[in-house]
């Protein structure tokens, strides 16, 4: 078992348990577990209600689609990645992030 700690759009933290690959990606994860209302273009990386931010922990992986272009739009927010475009990976394993959901800097 792994743990992910996210802390939500209400300020609160949680330390979720996962088993890697269970869900499509870890923004499915977030929206079903925690129940946050992310994931307008589900999954396709052109809305970013899904933006996160990585508060603690290490991990990296491939920006791929349009994420990066996505992220660009947001540059001075550091360690962002769209959750949608993440996969509930071993990688993930005690690493801390912030749900920032996109919307709230428009
Ligand atoms: S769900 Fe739209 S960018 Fe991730």
Known sequence: MY???????NGVMHNLN????TT???????????AEEIGDCRGRAWC???????????YT???IGDEQ????????IPNT???CQVFLSVGLHNTTWK???SRQFI
Request: a negative charge; charged letters at 20%; hydrophobic letters at 45%.
């Open 99 to 101: 749900v920032l959901d």
């Open 24 to 34: 499509q990606n870890l923004m499915v994860f977030i929206a079903d577990t925690l």
């Open 48 to 58: 970013g209600t899904c933006m996160i931010q990585l508060m603690d922990g290490d």
């Open 81 to 83: 990645r769209l959750a």
């Open 18 to 21: 996962f088993e890697p690959n």
């Open 69 to 76: 272009l996505i992220l660009n739009q947001f540059p001075d």
């Open 3 to 9: 743990t992910i700690h996210i802390e939500d759009s």
């Open 61 to 63: 992986s491939e920006k």
